[in-house]
């Protein structure tokens, strides 16, 4: 097949110069270039280093999505589990470290799923949530072998603990065994995981997440596979199929799936498997159930990089980043007349964060090139095109001023295509260039909606069975956009362009985790407290191995306060840890505001550390303090705070 790239390279100066005629409003100024490459309605990190998503957990009306992050980056290797919130898996907001690496004797932690265990099986009590997560088995100099291991919140979901450092399924001598993902078989009542080993999938089985049988193996023939997905959903015909999903590699090497059934212990596939992306950059991607129609569709993002290349990106250099997501998806089953396939499209949520909609009405074009009126780096462009015969049918985006780079994405005789040669791509060996998918070339009207960001382009072909995902790292001053055709004509009708605000996450911050040998530095303390500091001791709920605890000045009888310095409430949350004595205003954590009480919490009179949220919103700007005052002598005489920590 021909290089789309290659056949525009053939347009003429006579055809270009035949479509001169500007489309769009005629007075549209160009966009400013961008400043920045982080994207603007993308998920990325807030710095350093984030790779492989885990699948979101549902949780008092809020996605908690977490994923692996390396504060660590680029000098040493090792990821902990970082959590953003959202309540409608466009908008993000940075929670920080959910469950940090080196905290047991397996080092960092890897890919795995977590859940809600609203009947307590682990026993880590109703409503934990609770993670199986690959670690490596007590590696010695870095590299041991690979074996999943339980970690627990009981905040939530918001900090989690190892399960100790032991592993609830061992290697058992196997070379790649990782990425377990985890699902409730409510008729059986147990847990079902799936886990990669190497190019097959094993099954296995467990009444507690604590003890595990496997079950069976599905061998997918595709080489090595990673971060597998196992899920029911309903079909637009009413039948219900089960879906098993994997990372592969080939071509294009992203998300693999079969259809299928299951039967609690082994997966049987009813087709060959097919790709929900035929780009090149949507890898470990993971779906969660929607929880509006749980049986019927699903969310569905990945990580928009590619291990051939993950640390090629201007990202680092510009913005001390490397690590942005896809857009999260809708994603449905579909019964086509070639069988059961999963179609997705953006979450219906992102139009409501719509800063603007251009409408550019119907747009003629008899060959060559006729360029928009708008320019921009960041945005979403529908459109309707119709034609009768032709080769080659299209955009280019992301057009340089001169028109010598660009990025290209259209219809070529039976396949759909983005080709990203020319402008910004990240592989320099040239193999992953042009994504192609097919296309019935019996059909003459597509439906695109392509939603560009400043390092991406993914392009949604019709209903969505077919989508291009793909990074394109442009030139932040290459904003333009043409339309083209060759050998023959069409129309573009119903052309918009919708742009979004700013969406990237502002970091969360640690006011103190609390774990050094003395208080941070600038924390002053009074009384009983003079010359302590944080107690290294076990309590339920904790982060980390140290926490403030009052009792370390003495015990009940101690007294006194701990304090911290100034800093500006530049976040709309204040979250900490809290347990010990129920006694308001004697044993109480308190935030001061021009030496004010303004918000203030106490213990329940036991020692299990639990989340408290403040709603700062109304503060911001303000300087403030965090103070921990105990004035009770008598039983639960004394405050445990573990965690404080700012974020939206």
Not at 38 to 52: E, G, I, L, S
Request: negative net charge; proline residues 6%.
């Amino acid at each position: 097949m021909r290089s789309t790239t290659s056949r525009l390279r053939l347009l003429s100066a006579v055809a270009l110069v035949a479509a001169t005629a500007v489309a769009g409003p005629t007075d549209a100024p160009p966009a400013a270039a961008a400043a920045t490459y982080r994207a603007q309605y993308h998920f990325t990190v807030p710095d350093h280093w984030k790779n492989d998503p885990q699948r979101p957990v549902y949780v008092n009306g809020k996605f908690y999505y977490y994923y692996l992050y390396n504060v660590d980056y680029p000098t040493t290797v090792g990821t902990a589990w970082r959590l953003a919130t959202t309540t409608d898996n466009v908008a993000f907001a940075d929670q920080g470290i959910a469950a940090p690496k080196n905290t047991n004797a397996n080092a960092d932690l890897w890919s795995g799923s977590a859940v809600v265990d609203t009947a307590n099986t682990a026993g880590f009590g109703a409503g934990a949530v609770v993670q199986l997560v690959t670690q490596q088995d007590h590696p010695v100099n870095g590299s041991g072998p690979q074996a999943q291991f339980l970690w627990y919140s009981i905040d939530g979901g918001r900090t989690f603990r190892p399960y100790g450092d032991t592993p609830v399924i061992p290697n058992g001598g196997r070379r790649d065994f990782r990425d377990p993902k985890v699902i409730r078989d409510s008729a059986r009542g147990r847990w079902v995981a799936a886990i990669t080993e190497g190019d097959r999938i094993g099954f296995f089985t467990s009444p507690d997440l604590k003890t595990w049988t496997r079950q069976s193996d599905f061998a997918g023939g595709m080489g090595i596979l990673e971060c597998p997905d196992l899920f029911p959903i309903r079909a637009d015909d009413g039948t219900t199929h089960w879906v098993l999903g994997v990372s592969a590699g080939g071509t294009p090497g992203t998300y693999a799936y079969w259809t299928g059934t299951f039967d609690g212990a082994a997966f049987t596939a009813d087709a060959a498997p097919q790709w929900l992306d035929h780009g090149f950059d949507w890898y470990a991607g993971v779906t969660w159930e929607d929880p509006a129609a749980p049986a019927d569709r699903r969310f569905g993002l990945a990580w928009m990089n590619n291990w051939a290349y993950a640390d090629t990106t201007p990202t680092r250099a510009a913005d001390g980043f490397n690590g942005t997501d896809s857009i999260v998806r809708q994603i449905t089953l579909k019964h086509y007349p070639d069988g059961y396939a999963l179609a997705s499209q953006p979450t219906p949520a992102l139009a409501s964060h719509a800063s603007s909609v251009t409408d550019l009405g119907t747009i003629q074009v008899n060959g060559g090139l006729v360029p928009l009126a708008y320019h921009g780096t960041a945005y979403q462009l529908d459109t309707d095109v119709s034609w009768t015969q032709l080769d080659n049918i299209g955009l280019q985006l992301r057009v340089s001023a001169d028109g010598t780079r660009h990025a290209d994405t259209g219809i070529y005789h039976d396949y759909s295509y983005l080709n990203r040669r020319q402008t910004g791509s990240p592989d320099t060996t040239g193999a992953r260039g042009e994504s192609h998918a097919p296309w019935d070339p019996a059909k003459k009207t597509a439906h695109l909606r392509i939603l560009v960001d400043r390092t991406t382009i993914e392009v949604f072909v019709d209903d969505g069975r077919y989508v291009h995902s793909s990074e394109v790292f442009a030139d932040p001053a290459d904003t333009g956009i043409n339309l083209y055709t060759t050998g023959g004509s069409a129309t573009y009708a119903n052309t918009t362009i919708t742009e979004f605000p700013d969406l990237s996450q502002r970091p969360a911050h640690v006011v103190s985790g609390f774990e050094g040998t003395s208080y941070d530095p600038g924390w002053t303390t009074t009384g009983s407290f003079t010359g302590t500091g944080p107690s290294f001791e076990y309590l339920p709920g904790m982060v980390g191995n140290a926490v403030l605890d009052t009792f370390a000045g003495g015990g009940d009888p101690a007294t006194g306060t701990i304090t911290s310095p100034p800093f500006t409430l530049d976040r709309n949350h204040l979250h900490f840890l809290l347990a010990g004595g129920n006694h308001p205003g004697r044993t109480s954590i308190n935030l001061l505001v021009n030496g004010q009480v303004v918000r203030t919490a106490t213990g329940d009179d036991t020692g299990v550390l639990k989340p408290v949220d403040w709603d700062v919103s109304g503060l911001q700007g303000q300087s403030a303090q965090v103070q921990v005052v105990d004035q009770e002598t008598g039983a639960w005489g004394h405050l445990m705070v573990d965690q404080v920590l700012l974020s939206d």
